[in-house]
């Protein structure tokens, strides 16, 4: 069966510092991925999404980017982070239907 | 442009009622999809249901049951008899091809969630 993880956990972290969040998928291929921000009290926005290795699709200008190193591995960039970065930042992926979500990574922008 | 509304904020029950979430959906598109996912306490996003535009049998999963109304847009879920377990946030979202390549479709567009906060 698949299993898709998302790390850390939790996040605390300076205003203008960097970012790293990393999501891996285990038990398909060729996923399509995607990175969603939950803002507090608010729905899901989407980031980004990816249908394959290097292939990296933006929805939100912002300051945020992801990569795709490799087919099962997604990650979640910034080079300065913002107090607006501050949420929950899901991780998703998909085959032929419907999304599955990973355990989620809660970011604190201080 | 595909929009989905969830107009209800929070509820707010005693286990065991029955209760039914709204979701009103848009799209120019005859081809669809909707879904339902719960979020606990926890974060996690947990997919519950997901039904195409040409299927207009409404669905019952134990305790849980989806409407489904093309004429009025609507995809309503109801949980009977409910109970503290099922507090959460409840996400109504809407695709145009799930899982499908390029461009943008594949993507969900979700409702802005209804919290429903059921107490013993």
């Known amino acids: 069966s698949q299993t898709i993880h998302q790390w850390p956990a939790t996040l605390v972290q300076p205003v203008g510092s960097p970012l790293s969040l990393e999501c891996t998928v285990e038990?398909?291929?060729?996923?399509?991925l995607y990175w969603y921000r939950q803002a507090a009290g608010r729905g899901l926005q989407l980031l980004f999404y990816s249908v394959g290795i290097g292939q990296i699709s933006s929805e939100v200008p912002q300051n945020l980017s992801a990569s795709r190193p490799q087919d099962r591995q997604f990650i979640l960039s910034s080079k300065k982070l913002l107090l607006s970065d501050s949420g929950f930042y899901l991780c998703a992926w998909s085959g032929v239907g419907e999304q599955y979500f990973g355990p989620g990574t809660r970011l604190t922008v201080t | 442009a595909q929009k989905v509304t969830q107009a209800q904020t929070e509820i707010s029950v005693v286990e065991k009622e029955d209760v039914t979430l709204d979701c009103v959906y848009e799209t120019r598109d005859t081809t669809y999809y909707l879904f339902w996912y719960k979020q606990p306490p926890s974060g996690e996003l947990v997919f519950l249901i997901r039904?195409?535009?040409?299927?207009?049998q409404n669905e019952i999963s134990g305790r849980y049951s989806w409407n489904f109304q093309k004429s009025t847009s609507s995809f309503n879920f109801t949980i009977t008899a409910s109970q503290v377990v099922d507090s959460a946030v409840y996400f109504c979202?809407?695709?145009?091809?799930?899982?499908?390549?390029?461009?943008?479709?594949?993507?969900?567009?979700f409702g802005k969630g209804t919290k429903l906060s059921v107490k013993p």
């Open positions: 039904r195409n535009s040409f299927d207009e």
């Open positions: 038990g398909t291929s060729n996923p399509n």
């Open positions: 979202a809407l695709s145009d091809h799930p899982g499908d390549y390029g461009g943008s479709q594949g993507n969900l567009i």
